[in-house]
T-cell receptor, first 111, second 117 residues
Framework: TQLLEQSPQFLSIQEGENLTVYCNSS?????LQWYRQEPGEGPVLLVT?????EVKKLKRLTFQFGDARKDSSLHITAAQPGDTGLYLC???????????FGQGTTLQVKP | EAQVTQNPRYLITVTGKKLTVTCSQN?????MSWYRQDPGLGLRQIYY???????DKGDVPEGYKVSRKEKRNFPLILESPSPNQTSLYFC????????????????FGDGTRLSIL
C-alpha cells in the first residue's frame, strides 16, 4: 500500500510567521495535489504539480514537487488567520484513477 | 452552478440496516470517486469510477458497494453497516482530461456524516 506521510500533523503559529508543511513518500507519483479543507466542507484544490522539481506560487503559498516526484512541500509566507484550516496533500497515479491522501496538517494562525 | 451533491448530509442509523448515500454531479464528468475521512488518517479512497459501468476498488472497499448506471450519479451502498463505518464521507468528480493530465481539480461534495450505532 502506498503511503503519503504528511508533517507536521498540527501547527499553531502567530500571524506573520512562516511555515512549511511536508509530504513524503517512498513511491513515485505522476502528480501531487494540495488541498485546503474548512470544517463542514469538502476539500478545495489549491494546486497540482506534475513535473519533478516544479515550483508553483499562489500568492503567499509556494508549492514544490521533489525532483524524484516522491515528495512535496507547501510553504506559507507571513501566515494570516485566514490561512487557518486543514491542508491535505494527495498523490495521483496517471490513468489509474487512484488518489492517495496524506493524513493532513491542521494549521492554526493566531492573530 | 457546477456542483457535486451528496445526500443525506447527516445520518444516524443502526448496525445492519442497509443504507445508500447518493452522489450527483452536474458537470458531465466521467470520473467519480468516494472517500472516507477519519481523524488522523486523512481521506481514504473507497471506490472510483472511470466512466459509466466502470468501477474499481480504492484502498478501503470492504463493506461498501457502488454502481455507475448513469454518468451523473454514483451512489455508495452499505449493505450491512457496522460501527467501524462511522465516518465522514466525500464524493468527488473530475472530467477525463482533469484526472489524466492532473492539472485540474477534483470537485468535492460537502460530505455526509454517517453514525452507525
Amino acid at each position: 500500500t502506498q503511503l503519503l506521510e504528511q508533517s507536521p500533523q498540527f501547527l499553531s503559529i502567530q500571524e506573520g510567521e512562516n511555515l512549511t508543511v511536508y509530504c513524503n513518500s517512498s513511491s513515485v507519483f505522476s502528480s501531487l495535489q494540495w488541498y485546503r479543507q474548512e470544517p463542514g466542507e469538502g476539500p478545495v484544490l489549491l494546486v497540482t504539480v506534475v513535473t519533478g522539481g516544479e515550483v508553483k506560487k499562489l500568492k503567499r503559498l509556494t508549492f514544490q514537487f521533489g525532483d524524484a516526484r516522491k515528495d512535496s512541500s507547501l510553504h506559507i509566507t507571513a501566515a494570516q488567520p485566514g490561512d487557518t484550516g486543514l491542508y491535505l496533500c494527495a498523490g495521483g497515479q496517471g490513468n489509474t484513477g487512484k488518489l492517495i491522501f496524506g493524513q493532513g496538517t491542521t494549521l492554526q494562525v493566531k492573530p | 452552478e457546477a456542483q457535486v451533491t451528496q445526500n443525506p448530509r447527516y445520518l444516524i442509523t443502526v448496525t445492519g440496516k442497509k443504507l445508500t448515500v447518493t452522489c450527483s454531479q452536474n458537470m458531465n464528468h466521467e470520473y467519480m470517486s468516494w472517500y472516507r475521512q477519519d481523524p488522523g488518517l486523512g481521506l481514504r479512497q473507497i471506490y472510483y469510477s472511470m466512466n459509466v459501468e466502470v468501477t474499481d476498488k480504492g484502498d478501503v472497499p470492504e463493506g461498501y458497494k457502488v454502481s455507475r448506471k448513469e454518468k451523473r450519479n454514483f451512489p455508495l451502498i452499505l449493505e450491512s453497516p457496522s460501527p467501524n463505518q462511522t465516518s465522514l464521507y466525500f464524493c468527488a468528480s473530475s472530467s477525463r482530461l482533469q484526472y489524466r493530465f492532473s492539472n485540474q481539480p477534483q470537485h468535492f461534495g460537502d460530505g455526509t456524516r454517517l453514525s452507525i450505532l
